[in-house]
T-cell receptor
Framework: IAGITQAPTSQILAAGRRMTLRCTQD?????MYWYRQDLGLGLRLIHY???????GKGEVPDGYSVSRANTDDFPLTLASAVPSQTSVYFC??????????????FGPGTRLTVL | GQNIDQPTEMTATEGAIVQINCTYQ??????LFWYQQHAGEAPTFLSY??LDGLEEKGRFSSFLSRSKGYSYLLLKELQMKDSASYLC??????????WGAGTKLIIKP
């Protein structure tokens, strides 16, 4: 693994189904993030984790949950998918949260369609 | 509320220079980032500014004026591979990134 991986690459899901998007990084970064990206809108933060064992809510957390059991993995779960959750989902990581200059590194994204 | 504004789309000619502007209003300021995103791909880091002035990195330069809440990304000697979206993002007082919607740059030969 080099950097951040996400799985699946794309998924078509029936409304009401449960879905977990996987994210794994091998850079030993402390902080991890989940964003969604929709046409005409900026990246919007769903949930974040400053360090293993802690999580926080971002701008658009409703309908999503996360866990951070270890440093490397940060799965995002949709408990009961709805069509408005159709989007491209990006996972990102950074070495530190409380450092202004730390850039975020992004995974390749998961394209999710909820029908 | 927090707001990042940048033009939706710009067109430029191969070999020319283009300036992409970004204005922001955020709760606190801990730096401004520019990212490049090719269609269907992930954003990748281009530049970071926290002090006023110009940061130059090869063909790309980024400028910041904190008093004006303003930044620009300057791309010189444009190449076809520079066709992409350019995302402006500000790190707020909670060290969270607030993102603009991005500027789609179209390069014509």
């Amino acid at each position: 693994i080099a950097g951040i991986t996400q799985a699946p690459t794309s998924q078509i899901l029936a409304a009401g189904r449960r879905m977990t998007l996987r994210c794994t990084q091998d850079m030993r970064h402390n902080a991890m993030y989940w964003y969604r990206q929709d046409l005409g809108l900026g990246l919007r933060l769903i949930h974040y984790s400053n360090t293993a064992g802690t999580t926080g809510k971002g701008e658009v957390p409703d309908g999503y949950s996360v866990s951070r059991a270890n440093t490397d993995d940060f799965p995002l779960t949709l408990a009961s998918a709805v069509p408005s959750q159709t989007s491209v989902y990006f996972c990102a990581s950074s070495d530190s949260v409380a450092s202004g200059m730390d850039e975020q590194f992004f995974g390749p994204g998961t394209r999710l369609t909820v029908l | 509320g927090q707001n990042i504004d940048q033009p939706t789309e710009m067109t430029a000619t191969e070999g020319a220079i283009v300036q992409i502007n970004c204005t922001y209003q955020t709760s606190g300021f801990n730096g401004l980032f520019w990212y490049q995103q090719h269609a269907g791909e992930a954003p990748t880091f281009l530049s970071y500014n926290v002090l006023d002035g110009l940061e130059e990195k090869g063909r790309f330069s980024s400028f910041l004026s904190r008093s004006k809440g303003y930044s620009y990304l300057l791309l010189k000697e444009l190449q076809m591979k520079d066709s992409a979206s350019y995302l402006c993002a500000v790190k707020d007082s909670n060290y969270q990134l607030i993102w603009g919607a991005g500027t789609k740059l179209i390069i014509k030969p």
